[in-house]
């Protein structure tokens, strides 16, 4: 999200994408696609740094069934 913040910022004092991965990458590294994607999503009129949310697999498999079973194998070992 740091990234985003930094992108942003280059975006409101008008640099061009190519200007801010070029200034990111002397400090840290971040793509160039990572760069124009963000670009074109402030352009658009996104104003948030926060992910949308997106179907697929969940970002976790901690349910109360995976959480019993563990703590079984850990106890029987």
């Known amino acids: 999200m740091e990234q985003r ?12 994408a190519t200007e801010t991965h070029e200034m990111l990458v002397k400090v840290d590294a971040v793509s160039k696609k990572c760069v124009f994607e963000w670009f074109k999503s402030f352009r ?26 563990v703590q079984r194998m850990l106890a029987d070992d």
């Not at 913040?5 to 061009?16: D, E, H, P, Q, W």
């Not at 996104?46 to 959480?67: A, H, L, Q, V």
């Open 5 to 16: 913040v930094n992108i942003k910022f280059c975006f409101k004092l008008g640099r061009t």
């Open 44 to 69: 658009d009129g996104k104003e948030d740094f926060k992910d949308e949310p997106c179907s697929g697999r969940p970002p976790t498999s901690t349910t109360p069934d995976n959480i019993d079973r």
